[in-house]
């Protein structure tokens, strides 16, 4: 039997990043992977894919809306969704093969098969010709991730009631598409489908869109996918139920006074979050004890109540991000290896890539109220950067928030053109513990959209913005 230091289970952005970090430790280092293609949800289903899907949808809406006005004058752009899916394809293809590469390079050895444990020690891998092979390992870090959510009672027979899976591999552009949920996958492919020309109806069970962030990026969201892309929401709507029929599909669902509605499509695109991952796992011949929710019970360590055994990203709680995934693999292997890492769960950014993008990072205002702490608010709208105005990207805004009395910076806010990238600068300043002031009087390029986030730290530190 073959034995290794450590074995990770499971090959997303959790567990490859983990096995690179153990081999660079010196570990000898076992990736256990069930699909032949490494990278998890995130880089076959999940975050590459959808971004690549989100480009070429941008390009089609912006040569269709904005291309005129800039004295552009392209004849009838048509879409060729067949190519824009093989062309995701590609870059997925890409970016597996790079972890494929960066396996050997680390001298990994990638086991293809369905992990699991037979004892604390001892993983069983079941292959795809049916033979099986068994390792030892003195540690564990199981990285098995999440798979799409489903409501009771409903059916997703993945052709017309679909996941994300399969939204991101249909063959047509909806005629009307109903989403189950107005959370990041659903405003991330609903965006995809409705700059195609798809009506999209989104019905969300909370009063607004992407409710976990700052009321504000909901509100502005909300308006912005409305005019842009004639959104139509059904907010305070619970789904009570959805069948199909032929290529058409029925979403009933019932508002809080018990009043029904039932929308008539094409394809319901069911998005109501995900759950940990952890079916034959042999999680009970381990001993590894989950919580109520399916997630596997970690420590402060990440360690299980098991010794040896650990577990990250999607699987524990947290947030279901791929850069907190890695985060936590990169602490394991530290700690394996006797050293002392850290992660600020309170800096882990979060972004929507619509378009405008949105981006947070630290408290929203409505955990400051419930907190009970006293904070200044600064905003800055993108109408008012000349840079926004030269690309006509001018809905949105930055808000940023800081301590009434220290004017440390608690939380910032962003909706509009690339604050995907722009929210770095945030995270790295309330790393190092900035406050707003400091922001304020860092130099900034111009014209950028950057120059946005110093006019709204100068609007929370002292109400003295130049620019508006
Ligand atoms: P996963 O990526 O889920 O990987 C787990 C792996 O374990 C899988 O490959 C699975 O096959 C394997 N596995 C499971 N059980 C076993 C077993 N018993 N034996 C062997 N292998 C096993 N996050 C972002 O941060 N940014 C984004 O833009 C973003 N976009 C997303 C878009 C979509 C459509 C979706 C669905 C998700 C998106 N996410 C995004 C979330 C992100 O994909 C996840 O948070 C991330 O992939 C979690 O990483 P992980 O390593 O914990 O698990
Ligand atoms: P989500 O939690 O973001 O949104 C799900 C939404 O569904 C919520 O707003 C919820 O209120 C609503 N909902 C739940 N039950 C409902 C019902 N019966 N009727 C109507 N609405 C209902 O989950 P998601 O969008 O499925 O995404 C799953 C995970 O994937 C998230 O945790 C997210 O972090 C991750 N993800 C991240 C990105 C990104 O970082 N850009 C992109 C995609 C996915």
């Given at each position: 039997?073959?034995k290794y ?15 690179i970090?153990?081999?660079?430790l010196?570990?000898?280092?076992a ?9 998890g ?5 999940g975050?590459?894919?959808s971004?690549a899907?989100?480009d ?10 904005s ?8 004849k ?5 969704l ?5 062309r995701?394809r ?8 790079g ?10 050895t ?10 604390k020690?001892?993983?069983e891998?079941?292959?795809?010709d ?5 390792i030892e ?8 991730g999440?798979?799409?959510s489903?409501?009771p ?19 047509e552009?909806?005629?009307h598409?109903?989403?189950i ?8 492919l ?30 502005e969201?909300?308006?912005?996918l409305k ?6 929401y ?19 669902a ?18 109501v ?9 042999g999680?009970?011949k381990?001993?590894?004890k ?17 010794d040896g ?14 850069h907190k ?9 530290e ?22 993008e949105?981006?947070?990072?630290g ?8 907190q009970?702490k006293?904070?200044?608010?600064g905003?800055f709208?993108f ?5 926004a ?15 009434a ?52 730290a ?11």
């Amino acid at each position: 039997m073959e034995k290794y230091d450590v074995t990770v289970i499971g090959s997303g952005p959790g567990g490859y990043v983990a096995a690179i970090r153990c081999a660079q430790l010196g570990f000898k280092t076992a990736l256990i992977e069930k699909y032949p293609s490494l990278g998890g949800t995130c880089l076959n289903v999940g975050c590459i894919p959808s971004k690549a899907l989100l480009d070429s949808s941008e390009h089609y809406h912006n040569a269709l809306h904005s291309f005129a006005e800039h004295g552009i004058e392209v004849k009838s752009p048509k879409v060729n969704l067949g190519k824009m899916i093989e062309r995701k394809r590609g870059v997925v293809k890409m970016t597996v093969d790079g972890i494929n590469f960066l396996m050997k390079k680390n001298k990994i050895t990638v086991i293809t098969g369905h992990g699991s444990f037979t004892s604390k020690n001892t993983i069983e891998i079941a292959k795809a010709d049916g033979s099986k092979e068994t390792i030892e390992s003195a540690k564990t870090i199981i990285a098995t991730g999440s798979k799409p959510s489903s409501l009771p009672g409903i059916e997703i027979d993945k052709k017309r009631v679909i996941t994300s899976t399969e939204a991101l591999e249909l063959t047509e552009i909806p005629k009307h598409l109903i989403i189950i949920g107005g959370g990041v996958i659903g405003l991330e492919l609903g965006s995809v489908y409705g700059r195609l020309g798809s009506k999209v109806s989104v019905v969300e069970f909370m009063d607004g869109l992407i409710a976990s962030m700052d009321k504000g990026l909901g509100k502005e969201l909300t308006r912005v996918l409305k005019k842009d892309l004639g959104f139509e929401y059904f907010f305070n709507h619970k789904v009570t139920g959805v069948s199909s029929k032929g290529k058409e599909v029925t979403v009933v669902a019932e508002n809080k006074n018990g009043e029904k509605v039932e929308l008539k499509g094409d394809y319901c695109l069911v998005a109501v979050g995900r759950r940990p991952y952890t079916d034959n796992l042999g999680l009970d011949k381990a001993g590894v004890k989950v919580d109520a929710r399916g997630k596997i019970e970690v420590d402060a360590h990440l360690k299980t109540n098991v010794d040896g055994i650990y577990a990250i990203g999607d699987v524990i709680k947290g947030a279901m991000l791929a850069h907190k995934a890695e985060e936590e693999g990169v602490y394991v292997a530290e700690s394996l290896a006797g050293q002392k890492p850290h992660i600020n769960y309170n800096l882990i950014p979060g972004v929507v890539y619509t378009w405008p993008e949105v981006a947070s990072v630290g408290l929203t205002e409505e955990q400051l109220k419930e907190q009970g702490k006293k904070y200044k608010s600064g905003s800055f709208p993108f109408k008012a950067s000349g840079r926004a105005r030269a690309s006509m990207d001018t809905d949105g805004f930055i808000k940023v928030l800081a301590d009434a009395e220290t004017d440390e910076v608690l939380g910032v806010h962003m909706i509009g053109p690339r604050v995907a990238d722009m929210i770095m600068e945030a995270v790295v300043a309330m790393e190092f513990r900035a406050s707003a002031e400091d922001i304020g009087r860092i130099c900034h390029a111009h014209p950028t959209f950057t120059e946005s986030l110093k006019e709204a730290a100068l609007d929370a530190t002292a109400k003295r913005p130049i620019h508006m």
